[in-house]
């Protein structure tokens, strides 16, 4: 079995922290894992992209071929279609609703909502699941469980390589113990809802 | 991730003195060797990668095992002492890591380390991985001190901040120096000795490129066809993923190196033998390439290199698992199958990197513009954060070319440009690291500039090492970090008594949040001579907790645009034709209350 996973979205929105709780959990597994990861420059709030794989055989690149990726976890909508190319036909798309809209946009005037964007999803891939993201953070009380509930989606898919309870395990091993309880909130509401 | 694993390397090669300067991608290494130190391990960020280099050259002098790490662009600043030291030598071990970022994913230029290896006639490893990162540092540290010299040790950014399962030793060497031993003609460079030492160097690297041949990353795999492929680094991991990929490929004779400089010639050789085309692959310089070129020349070889020379390989920015596909497939008149095409994308906005929501640099910048507003004025940047101060709307940065740069450079603007008021933007670490010497030379020779210091108490951009006007030093920083940010240290090194000391008698220093003292002290400045300097002093977002956060009235938004229009922070948009401010952004700074001229921002309730 070998997975890769493609984590997107805006400098500081913690898809770091999100692709390495995939790789530890891989490797807790026992299996293999690779990631990529962008850090410096591009990280004060330009586009970023994490590239995970986990796999019981060798793994040589760290950076998933295009038209490869089995999951693209997308932490905002523009972000995902930027980075579609990655994603296999049948590939999984776990999408947050909300967009945010770089200065270079309120500059110019667009409109842009990333309506649009999460259409252009939802027309060419068939398993795109798009989670309201400002909505489970409401529920949860801290807007820092986004990661968690993303990857509560992607868990659910059966296509990341994590199971939901493992994902539950991992919130428990590797996150502050204060933040388990709202993180492990997010899970059952995505999972649930 | 790669960086740890080469720090743990070093730990378990029994490094003595660690010391390096902040910059992308190397900057993990240290701090790991920091994290992990049991108290044994003299480990310092040095005000400059110069002094970092000096300091191990002295520590290695010594007798101890002694590693420096940098980014590419700062083994230039620490050029003279390795230069130097390549002819010396050294006694104890001493590893050189300057990682190399092509793309460049964040640095200045796209130069390459390997080249520097031969240019300073010194060994290099280039680990393609996490775990050759670890495998690779013991054998370094081994083979420096076998040779008494220093050794580079260069890793690209996707092998620095790779994660990776890395096993790793449960045995540490024991490494005890035996402390100076006093030799004036081993330890003190003269024309004579640099002579006798470049014969001895020329003589041994060939030696080294022959005994090298048999190093465990120095491989050759022959096989039955007439094709064969060289690479080296994270394309050598492109490469194996590739070749898993093309059947047809089953029959090409394989070269991967991990010793580019001295080039292992007896590996190259045996590779060559019998083939009729070879295919380069590596990033940045064509070490490989140019190595391969010159061996098939000298020793009459009928086989033809391909790679950058020829345009089958591109010349900039980094490889990749499709370039490297590509590559191999028309090198192999293989045809790749075409992936679906997908409809053409929406318009998706673009996303440069900004200054982050509440960030102090911001404030400061909008400062200097307001003051200057209708005036002449050159902005000369520099390399941090506030580089970012270049993005519309700000547009505050003019110029940028390297550290300490913006000081001086602004110095020969207003030498030319007499009517204009010449600014520079430095940050506090990099005022430190080289910005100092700039400062002494306007006072000196009478220049003409406003120096603007922002300082935001700690070198945000490589993800917020202390330097000397923090006074936390890297054997009690994991400690005191916890506490935040100590007022009570004593050892703080003051930028404004060294601005005063060199004798700049305009020394003001300024929270850029209070706009209005602050533009007043611009226009104050502005109207003096000579050398003029302001402290911008706020913290970086990233060290304290978001205040009260703002909000807009949307039924006082006149919808003017002008927050948006004048400051360009990231939290801010238009949302139903009102400014509208993003609470997982705002970081409660105030900037865009006292811009906004209908009292609609104001701060409400706390952050989520």
Request: proline share 5%; with cysteine.
């Amino acid at each position: 079995m070998t997975k890769s996973i493609l984590l997107c979205g805006v400098g500081g929105q913690g898809t770091v922290k999100a692709s390495r709780i995939i790789a530890l959990s891989g490797m807790e597994a026992g299996l293999n894992a690779r990631t990529a990861e962008t850090i410096g420059m591009a990280q004060r709030g330009g586009s970023v992209v994490s590239h995970v794989r986990i796999s019981d055989q060798p793994i040589f690149s760290p950076l998933i071929p295009k038209h490869t990726a089995d999951v693209l976890i997308a932490f905002e909508p523009a972000e995902a279609v930027r980075c579609i190319d990655y994603v296999k036909d049948d590939g999984v798309i776990i999408v947050n609703k909300k967009a945010v809209t770089p200065v270079t946009a309120s500059l110019s005037g667009s409109s842009y909502d990333g309506t649009e964007a999460i259409k252009y999803l939802q027309d060419n891939f068939s398993h795109v699941k798009v989670i309201d993201g400002d909505a489970i953070c409401e529920k949860c009380g801290s807007d820092k469980v986004l990661n968690i509930a993303l990857l509560a989606g992607a868990a659910a898919s059966g296509e990341l390589g994590i199971t939901v309870d493992g994902l539950k395990d991992a919130i428990r091993k590797q996150l502050p113990q204060k933040t388990h309880e709202m993180n492990l909130k997010a899970v059952d509401i995505v999972t649930e809802g | 991730m790669g960086n740890e694993a080469a720090a743990f390397g070093a730990i378990h090669a029994g490094v003595n003195v660690v010391a390096g300067y902040p910059g992308t991608p190397s900057t993990e290494i240290l701090e790991t060797v920091a994290k992990n130190n049991d108290g044994s391990i003299h480990v310092e960020w040095s005000v400059n990668e110069k002094a970092a280099m000096e300091v191990a050259a002295g520590a290695a002098y010594s007798g101890a095992r002694a590693l420096v790490t940098m980014k590419q662009v700062g083994l230039n600043v620490a050029a003279d002492p390795l230069m130097s030291l390549s002819y010396v030598g050294v006694k104890g071990g001493m590893v050189v890591v300057s990682a190399d970022d092509p793309g460049p994913i964040s640095s200045q230029t796209e130069q390459d380390t390997r080249t520097f290896a031969m240019f300073s006639k010194l060994p290099v490893f280039d680990p393609s991985s996490p775990e050759e990162a670890y495998q690779m540092m013991k054998d370094a540290f081994e083979l420096s001190e076998k040779i008494g010299s220093p050794v580079l040790f260069r890793p690209t950014t996707r092998v620095c901040h790779g994660c990776a399962s890395v096993e790793i030793s449960d045995s540490y060497d024991k490494n005890i120096p035996d402390g100076f031993v006093k030799d004036t003609q081993r330890w003190v460079i003269f024309p004579r000795t640099s002579f006798l030492n470049h014969q001895k160097i020329e003589k041994r690297n060939p030696e080294l490129g022959k005994e090298l041949s048999s190093y465990r990353f120095n491989t050759v795999t022959k096989r039955s066809g007439r094709k064969g492929i060289a690479a080296g680094g994270i394309s050598w991991a492109y490469l194996n993923e590739v070749l898993t990929r093309i059947p047809e490929a089953k029959d090409v004779s394989l070269f991967r190196v991990g010793t580019p400089f001295p080039f292992p010639e007896k590996a190259a050789l045996e590779f060559l033998d019998g083939l009729d085309e070879v295919l380069c692959l590596e990033e940045l310089d064509p070490v490989i390439e140019r190595a391969l070129i010159y061996t098939a020349g000298k020793y009459h070889l009928g086989v033809t290199i391909h790679g950058k020379h020829d345009g089958c390989v591109r010349t900039a920015g980094e490889n990749s698992p499709e370039s490297v596909l590509s590559d191999v497939g028309s090198f192999l008149a293989v045809k790749i199958p075409e992936s679906r095409k997908l409809p053409e994308k929406p318009e998706t906005p673009v996303r440069p990197p900004v200054l982050c929501a509440g960030c102090p640099h911001r404030a400061s910048f909008y400062a200097v513009k307001q003051a200057m507003k209708g005036k002449k004025a050159v902005f000369c940047g520099d390399i941090g954060c506030y580089t970012l101060g270049n993005a519309a709307p700000l547009d505050m940065v003019d110029t940028c070319l390297c550290m300490g740069a913006d000081v001086t450079i602004a110095q020969g603007i207003k030498a030319v440009d007499k009517d204009t008021t010449a600014f520079s933007f430095i940050g506090d670490s990099t005022f430190f690291a080289s910005g100092i010497t700039g400062v002494v030379n306007a006072v000196y020779n009478k220049n003409d500039i406003i120096l603007i210091v922002l300082d935001n108490s700690t070198t945000a951009m490589t993800g917020h090492q202390p330097h000397p006007g923090t006074g936390i030093t890297m054997m009690d920083f994991f400690e005191k970090k916890k506490e935040g940010i100590r007022e009570d240290i004593a050892n703080k090194v003051s930028i404004e008594q060294i601005l005063k000391g060199i004798g700049v008698e305009f020394v003001e220093t300024v929270d850029p949040f209070d706009q209005k003292k602050a533009v007043e002290t611009v226009k104050k400045a502005a109207d003096l001579s000579g050398v003029r300097a302001i402290i911008f002093k706020a913290p970086c977002i990233a060290l304290e907790k978001p205040k009260a956060l703002y909000e807009v009235d949307a039924d006082r938004c006149k919808s003017c645009h002008k927050c948006i229009n004048e400051i360009g922070c990231p939290a801010i948009s238009m949302k139903d034709g009102k400014a509208f401010i993003e609470r997982t952004l705002c970081y409660g700074c105030s900037l865009c209350e006292q811009v906004c001229p209908f009292d609609a921002i104001s701060q409400k309730g706390g952050a989520l």
